[in-house]
Each structure stands twice: as C-alpha cells, then as structure tokens.
C-alpha cells in the first residue's frame, strides 16, 4: 500500500516561509516523478512543483517560480517544498503526488495522494 503522509502546514503572516514535507512509503519511488498541488475552496486542484525522483529535475508553475523550492531526500523518501514569500490570497491545501504516467502538470497524471495540508497566510 503506497503512502503519501504531508506534513508542515500552518498559519503564517503574509511575506513569511513554510516548509512541506511528503514522507512517502510503500514502494520503490525511483521511476516516479514527486508533485505538489495546491487547492482554494471552490476551486480546481492547481500544479505548483514536481521533481524528478531518479535525476531531480524540477518543474514549477509561474505563480511560485522563484518563491518555492521543490526537493528530495532519497534516503529518507521525503520530499519537501519550500515557501517563501507567501501570499494571503494563495491556495491553502497543499497535496502531494506521486507519478509514474509523466504528466506532471494535472492532477489526472498522479497516482497516488496524500491527505493534503493546511496553510493559511494572515494579511
């Protein structure tokens, strides 16, 4: 049974940083690809990061490009996204992905999913 555990969210001020864990267990995550997605009420799921597990490549979409920062740790199947610059009107459920298919950029392309994790940021 694959999982995907989040953690790190939680209530940070405008301009502050947080940064997202994904403990992944399960399998073998070597020919998968590691993503971050992001959710506003009422809204669609949106692409945020993805990392290559085997190379590290990495992706980001243009709303966080320069802010965030997608990483792994190999030895410990964890991998992280970091947030800086935070912004009150961003999506505040982050999830994170594991795929095999190399659509990185929809959700459809994810096998697995974690839980998802809150962050708020006060203005």
């Known amino acids: 049974q694959v999982q995907l555990v989040e953690s790190g969210g939680g209530l940070v001020q405008a301009g502050g940083s947080l940064r997202l864990s994904c403990a992944a267990s399960g399998r073998t995550f070597s020919t998968y690809a590691m993503g971050w997605f992001r959710q506003a009420p009422g809204k669609e799921r949106e692409f945020a990061a993805v990392?290559?597990?085997?190379?590290?490549?990495?992706y980001y979409a243009d709303s966080v490009k320069g802010r965030f920062t997608i990483s792994r740790d190999t030895a410990k199947n964890t991998v992280y996204l970091q947030m800086n610059s935070l912004k009150p009107e961003e999506p505040d459920v982050y999830y994170c992905?594991?795929?095999?298919?190399?659509?990185?950029?929809?959700?459809?392309?994810?096998?697995?999913w974690g839980q998802g994790t809150q962050v708020t940021v006060s203005s």
């Open positions: 992905a594991a795929s095999s298919s190399g659509y990185y950029f929809v959700p459809a392309g994810y096998e697995y």
């Open positions: 990392i290559r597990w085997n190379g590290g490549s990495t």
